[in-house]
């Protein structure tokens, strides 16, 4: 049984997922194992993976036949782990050496059963650190509850909190049975972090950043990561919030029933404006009178994702250049 294990999920990464597995093996703990998931990936990951793992004992391989999604992928890495703690990787993020003796010797302090940090959110072209995905708050370590969690999935929100990557008590994760929604191919982080607080689970947030985040789109190129591996599609995460609602109504406060009904609608006026964006490119007339059917949300959801972008170019420009980052 190792201290701690960090699960990678890989679909055509061969490219880049090295750097992801150095961030691992230059950790400041080493008792931990490494699963990776191959996801049905069509280029040399599986090869890759095959050839860490024959030369280090600590590392799992997991070969799904076909591409199943991120959280398919986690699944099955969760039913191997056998670590005290489960850490989540992306295969194009990567981990500041010293994040998983901080983040685990926070929770075990504070008794809590998931740790998140802040991000240093990483320009996929130029390959530096652009910005922190959250201004830091005063304390070090806050207890995160879950409207103050929720507060921050909303169309204002500059960074979406279900994008943090947590680090889990696995007595816990077993004892409340929470596993990733497998439908979702977005948002999945999102409703498990939901799930696990719908079953009372303690969160913690370290203000500090430990984690690097490979933004999904370039300042520098104006283009999306190359990186990028999941269309968006909003219906299945929509579809689950709105159950996770109905679900759920009895054991939660007013706010924070208002609050998810809100990230609710954050979600429509996404889809709605992104389906303007297709209709207007296709020059599809009937599409577009349908959107002009939503005003509000089609006003919103353009307003929003300006604003959130106009935040970002700011936060580029005023950001610090960081040393070895």
């Not at 490494?34 to 599986?46: A, E, M, P």
């Not at 994040?99 to 959110?121: M, S, Y």
């Not at 430990?210 to 190129?221: H, L």
Request: hydrophobic fraction near 40%; charged fraction near 25%.
């Amino acid at each position: 049984m190792s201290y701690v294990t960090v699960i990678i999920p890989a679909f055509n990464a061969a490219d880049f997922i090295i750097d992801s597995y150095q961030s691992i093996v230059d950790q400041t703990i080493g008792d931990w194992e490494l699963i990776f998931v191959n996801d049905g990936s069509g280029d040399r990951t599986l090869s890759v993976v095959k050839s860490l793992a024959a030369a280090d004992k600590r590392i799992k391989v997991i070969d799904l036949s076909s591409n199943s999604g991120p959280a398919c992928a986690r699944n099955a890495g969760l039913v191997l782990a056998d670590g005290d703690w489960i850490a989540l990787l992306d295969a194009d993020d990567r981990y500041s050496r010293d994040r998983l003796e901080v983040l685990i010797r926070a929770a075990e302090k504070t008794g809590a059963d998931i740790v998140l940090d802040n991000q240093f959110v990483v320009d996929p072209t130029s390959k530096r650190v652009a910005f922190l995905a959250i201004e830091p708050p005063k304390d070090e370590v806050v207890t995160l509850e879950f409207g103050a969690f929720l507060r921050n999935v909303q169309s204002s929100t500059f960074f979406d909190f279900g994008y943090l990557k947590p680090i889990i008590r696995r007595r816990w994760l077993e004892a409340n049975d929470v596993k990733y929604r497998e439908k979702l191919r977005l948002g999945e982080d999102l409703m498990f972090l939901m799930d696990c607080y719908a079953r009372r689970a303690k969160v913690i947030l370290v203000s500090k950043p430990y984690y690097y985040y490979s933004f999904q789109y370039s300042q520098i190129s104006r283009t999306m990561s190359p990186t990028t591996r999941t269309e968006a599609r909003y219906e299945p995460l929509l579809a689950a919030m709105e159950l996770y609602l109905k679900e759920n109504a009895g054991r939660q406060s007013h706010l924070e029933r208002r609050l998810i009904a809100s990230a609710c609608e954050a979600v429509r006026d996404t889809m709605v404006a992104k389906a303007m964006k297709v209709y207007l490119r296709d020059r599809d007339h009937v599409g577009i009178a349908c959107c002009l059917l939503h005003p509000i949300r089609l006003f919103r959801g353009f307003y929003f994702a300006k604003k959130r972008s106009l935040s970002v170019k700011r936060r580029v420009k005023s950001f610090p250049l960081i040393e070895g980052a």
